[in-house]
């Protein structure tokens, strides 16, 4: 990204006007159609033949000049048949990615006046290649887009899979280069490092089949830039969102993730589809169009793994979400709930009240309550008689010494535990597991008296004002220990990787967050990286394990291997799971806010349990482990669903020698 893109603005524009181009500033999406228009009427065009572009898309310029009277054809294949639906792009790459070749065949037949088969994709192709000839040979002006605007020398790099793109730029004589300013970069060697990257992470390929340089103009033709901002400004000079003008429109954030794959771009975006979409709809359409579709983000950080550039996408879709919040306010719900939530006394009370009165529907770990069907698919959790507080806070747990893993690189240390609120209030037994565990790996064990929650909850929701201070109170029960840990997961990165941030305007705050976050991880990340346990004996006889990796353990603290890893050096039988880390729809309150939605994804995640043969589903998020158990529940799946603190701690404390 530029860190002076007024300076690369001006050399490229010197650049590109001194070989006869010709640059148009464009501030808003209104001045960028304007400027389209006037050059085209300028110029007498009633045929616009255009190239891929979705800055095009972004500013609704088809729309406009359609009005105006000018014939615009796209002559990209997935982009002129979604003009030919009256749809906008479900997708950056591929638009029509959601369209079925019985659809298309439709669509090419209405269009070409012909019978068009749906089976003989060939022939599909063959006829676009004929229409769009004709646009080709008689189009008045050409458009495109840009891939790079390389400052040193005034060049348009484009990059296209089809041979539209170089056919647009040169066959008609007035050409029109639309891009955004952040394709600015300073030289060659900055363009090409980018092309490097697109095409493997965009379709897979080694290199896309064209890559066109267009350096000024030849002959009588002519070359205009209309360079658009569109709250590109406004993002640069935001901290937390300026990385997201790096995004090189290669959309393999959307290919990776769970929500996008259940409902699509049009649902899961507004022009710019997928996560990347969340952050640049606010910033090009407004917090409105954005609010809607971000709440569906499960925040798995799928998005921030596979991008080739880097982008924080998970944090910066979570300040989006705040901005919605401070303008929009919370739901009543959730403001009542954080209320409570928030105050550690108040909650407690809450709690033991309602597991109290609940008590006569439990029925096993589930409660029979009359759900509307929107949720019937997935048992709702029965809170437990005794929290996991009762017997835990405030306590310390000396090490065993004497046990097979009680040589481990935890020997010695002091472990403060954190008991997040899911095991403490649904599944204390989770919370004990993990302390026998750490104290058979040789670690002492103290559980901080202050603790409550983490602040997660309302951080996901975007009430960021509540989850400050829910941090700060976590922060003071914990300091002091040599290493923190949880076998809630997600509570130990929340506090590993969203406190700094969280608190990033207090310097104090910020730097004991910084302390607290170096030493903390979640249970199997610290197990696998710092006790590092012996090898034990496999056990043949015992039920098959098969484990779902939290996908905050994959994505965040790459350790999405680990806790099958130890698993089987505790000697479990393990079986491998398809698509080990991806989400399993829980997403906190997005499984909630949109139980269709999670309820597709757990039902994949499912599927491939089944699979397995597995007698036994292990995860290492006691969140996944509710949402999956409930799920299978409902399901009527016979495996039991357990979290891998437990299934280590019988492994390695319970069983008697091999024989």
């Known amino acids: 990204m530029l860190a002076d893109p007024v300076a690369a603005r001006d050399r490229f524009t010197r650049a590109f006007v001194a070989r006869g181009g010709v640059v148009h500033e464009a501030p808003t999406a209104a001045d960028a159609r304007s400027i389209v228009l006037r050059l085209l009427t300028e110029r007498g065009v009633k045929l616009f033949a255009k190239g891929k572009s979705m800055v095009a898309e972004e500013v609704f310029l088809n729309h406009h000049l359609e009005d105006a009277g000018i014939t615009v054809v796209e002559t990209d294949l997935g982009e002129w048949i979604i003009q030919l639906a009256h749809e906008t792009p479900s997708h950056m790459v591929m638009p029509a990615i959601h369209k079925s070749r019985q659809q298309v065949a439709a669509l090419l037949g209405a269009e070409s006046r012909t019978d068009v088969d749906p089976d003989d994709i060939g022939a599909m192709v063959a006829l676009a290649r004929s229409e769009l000839r004709k646009v080709f040979i008689n189009a008045d002006a050409g458009m495109i887009g840009a891939n790079a605007l390389i400052a040193d020398t005034g060049t348009v790099m484009l990059v296209t899979n089809e041979g539209n793109g170089d056919l647009v730029s040169t066959l008609p004589k ?181 597991a109290i009165v609940s008590r006569p529907l439990r029925r096993g770990n589930s409660l029979r309550l009359p759900l509307s069907p929107r949720f019937r698919w997935r048992s709702v959790p029965a809170l437990a008689a005794t929290p996991a507080r009762d017997t835990l806070l405030g306590r310390t747990f000396e090490a065993v010494v004497d046990g097979p893993w009680s040589m481990s690189g935890a020997r010695g240390l002091t472990v403060a535990y954190f008991v997040q609120c899911i095991a403490d209030r649904f599944a204390p037994e989770q919370a004990q597991a993990a302390i026998e565990l750490l104290r058979a790996c040789g670690a002492r064990v103290v559980v901080p008296a202050g603790q409550h929650c983490c602040g997660l909850p309302p951080l996901d929701a975007g009430d960021r004002v509540t989850a400050r201070r829910m941090a700060k109170h976590t922060i003071a029960a914990l300091e002091g220990a040599d290493h923190v840990v949880s076998a809630g997961a ?129 995860t290492d998020n006691p969140g996944c482990l509710l949402h999956l158990r409930g799920a299978a529940e409902v399901a009527g799946d016979r495996y039991a669903v357990r979290h891998i603190a437990e299934l280590l701690r019988e492994a390695v404390t319970e069983r008697p020698p091999a024989s």
């Open 490 to 618: 997600s509570c130990a990165i929340a506090i590993a990787h969203d406190y700094v941030g969280l608190l990033a305007g207090e310097p104090e705050w910020r730097d004991r967050a910084e302390r607290l976050a170096s030493r903390t991880l979640d249970l199997v990340t610290f197990l696998d990286r710092v006790a590092d346990p012996a090898q034990l004996p496999l056990r043949t006889a015992d039920p098959v394990v098969t484990a779902h990796a939290f996908c905050q353990t994959t994505n965040v603290m790459r350790s999405g291997e680990a806790g099958q890893r130890l698993l089987e050096r505790a000697g479990v039988p393990v079986r491998e799971l398809a698509e080990r880390e991806v989400c399993c729809g829980f997403g906190g309150s997005t499984s909630i806010d949109h139980p269709e939605l999670a309820q597709r994804i757990a039902e994949r995640k499912l599927e491939n349990v089944r699979a397995t043969g597995a007698a036994v589903l292990a």
């Open 174 to 354: 007035t050409l029109i280069v639309i891009a955004g300013w952040e394709k600015l970069v300073p030289t060659f060697a900055d363009a090409t490092a980018q092309l490097r990257l697109l095409a493997r992470s965009a379709t897979a390929q080694e290199i896309t089949s064209y890559t066109s340089f267009i350096t000024g103009v030849d002959g009588d033709r002519e070359i205009h830039l209309v360079l658009v901002d569109n709250g590109r400004t406004e993002l640069h000079d935001d901290p937390a969102l300026t990385d997201v003008l790096r995004c090189i429109r290669c959309a393999a954030c959307a290919d990776v993730c769970p929500s996008y794959q259940v409902v699509g771009g049009h649902v899961f975006g507004h022009i710019y589809s997928g996560p990347i979409g969340l952050v640049n709809t606010a910033a090009h359409h407004g917090l409105e169009a954005a609010a809607g579709p971000q709440s569906l983000c499960v925040s798995c950080n799928a998005c921030a793994a596979i991008c080739p550039v880097d982008i924080p996408l998970p944090q910066q879709i979570l300040r989006i979400r705040a901005k919605v919040v401070e303008a929009n306010g919370l739901p009543f719900s959730k403001r009542i709930a954080f209320a409570v939530w928030s105050r550690p006394l108040l909650f407690d009370v809450l709690m033991r009240t309602l």
